[in-house]
T-cell receptor
């Protein structure tokens, strides 16, 4: 039972345009969400997070939106750059202080120059 | 600034062999975890530790043992390797609760790619 789903395995976007990566979850107890970015042969690195008390969190070119009623979150990257090409994982947890995160399967983003 | 260091980077085992994947962190983090990543699946938690001497099972613990004798090290042991354990293994660490603004961020090692024949 996949509690966190990233239904798009891959996405291609032109440089300078917006990239939108989506993530759906089924467990209504999840209240903290994170996005990680992973380059080949490296470990995932933290990108941005959001608590369920918010519906938006912004950090530079990266914005995460949370729609609790739809159990959906999305990561927007504007403008997209070739260096953003990577696999993006969303993760969810119950509480922000936990060590138990449920990860999605990842979306491979390719930004075309 | 080393962060989380995993060794080896690659390993090939025969079925039934045993080995230990090493993980060390130099950030004085209390929490450490082991994940495996398989095609078409997200990272799945194998075992975790909230401090030296304290470990517990995650989602997929069968076939793996861990121990945490120091804050820095969290080795993962495969006692009798099976082809189903072919995967990429990631170790992660994070500060414990209440340890500053970065307390919710896990830091990952570069991974160990394991093949069991």
């Amino acid at each position: 039972d996949q509690q966190v789903k990233q239904n798009s395995p891959s996405l291609s976007v032109q440089e300078g345009r917006i990239s939108i990566l989506n993530c759906d979850y089924t467990n209504s107890m999840f209240d903290y969400f994170l996005w990680y970015k992973k380059y080949p042969a490296e470990g995932p690195t933290f990108l941005i997070s959001i608590s369920s008390i918010k519906d938006k969190n912004e950090d530079g070119r990266f914005t995460v939106f949370l729609n609790k009623s739809a159990k959906h979150l999305s990561l927007h990257i504007v403008p997209s750059q070739p260096g953003d090409s990577a696999v993006y994982f969303c993760a969810a947890s119950v509480g922000s202080g936990t060590y138990k995160y449920i990860f999605g399967t990842g979306t491979r983003l390719k930004v075309l120059a | 600034n080393a962060g989380v260091t995993q060794t080896p980077k690659f390993q090939v085992l025969k079925t039934g062999q045993s080995m230990t994947l090493q993980c060390a962190q130099d950030m004085n983090h209390e929490y450490m975890s082991w994940y495996r990543q398989d095609p078409g699946m997200g990272l799945r938690l194998i075992h975790y530790s909230v401090g030296a001497g304290i470990t517990d099972q995650g989602e997929v613990p069968n076939g793996y043992n861990v121990s945490r004798s120091t804050t820095e090290d969290f080795p993962l042991r495969l006692l009798s390797a099976a082809p189903s354990q072919t995967s990429v293994y990631f170790c992660a660490s994070r500060p414990g609760q209440g340890r500053g603004s970065g307390k919710n961020i896990q830091y990952f090692g570069a991974g160990t790619r394991l093949s069991v024949l």
